[in-house]
Structure formats: structure tokens, C-alpha cells
């Protein structure tokens, strides 16, 4: 079982930065892939960048070049540095985790997210 809490949302102006967290507790170990997925009301949820525990990263091509995920593996957490930020970008940001079993099963495990809103 794998605990998610998101923080540091907001409100900001274009062009601002944000920086939001995810602290994963629990069976951290055993998380393979770890992420942000956000959602506007009345859309799907999207994808905006995950990093894998090999190291390897991927963002939507929306963010690419604007945000960047990282974390902090002694403190189990996860962090997305927002930059150049738009209107657009405004939504609820979740926290995903993914564990895959060999199998080929995935469990998610979700945040409750955290909302970041940006004004023009």
C-alpha cells in the first residue's frame, strides 16, 4: 500500500513558477513509476510527467521544456517545478504511482491532488 499527498498548489500569474510535491509513504519501495497527472473540469485526465525508479523521465509534449519533475528519494518525494507557466496549465494536479507486478498487472496508487490555477 502506497500513501500519496500533493501540496504547494496555487494561484499564480503566467509566466510564474510553481513548484507542487507529492510525499509517497508507505510501500515506497515497491513503486516503479511515479508521476503527475492533472485535470481541468470537463476533460480528461492527462499525463504530465512521470519518472520511473531507473531514472528515466517522460512529460507530455504540452510541458516538455517548461516543467520539470524530480525527487528526493531519503524523503520519498516527488516534486514538479512548474515554469513559464499558462493559463492552460490550470487544473487539479494529481500524484500517480504505478507498481508492476511481474505479472503484468499495475496498481495505481492516487493522490488527492492539489489545484494550481494560473490568471492572465
Known amino acids: 500500500q502506497v500513501q500519496l499527498v500533493e501540496s504547494g498548489g496555487g494561484l499564480v500569474q503566467a509566466g510564474g513558477s510553481l513548484r507542487v510535491s507529492c510525499a509517497a509513504s508507505?510501500?515506497?519501495?515497491?513503486?516503479?513509476?511515479i508521476g503527475w497527472y492533472r485535470q481541468t473540469p470537463g476533460k480528461q485526465l492527462e499525463l504530465v510527467a512521470t519518472?520511473?525508479?531507473?531514472?528515466?523521465?517522460n512529460y507530455s509534449d504540452s510541458v516538455k521544456g517548461r516543467f520539470t519533475i524530480s525527487r528526493d528519494n531519503a524523503n520519498n518525494t516527488v516534486y514538479l517545478q512548474m515554469n513559464s507557466l499558462k493559463p492552460e496549465d490550470t487544473a487539479v494536479y494529481y500524484c500517480?504511482?504505478?507498481?508492476?507486478?511481474?505479472?503484468?498487472?499495475?496498481?495505481?496508487?492516487w493522490g488527492q491532488g492539489t489545484q494550481v490555477t494560473v490568471s492572465s
Open positions: 500517480n504511482a504505478k507498481r508492476v507486478w511481474r505479472a503484468g498487472i499495475v496498481i495505481d496508487y
Open positions: 508507505g510501500s515506497t519501495f515497491s513503486i516503479d513509476v
Open positions: 519518472i520511473s525508479s531507473g531514472g528515466i523521465i
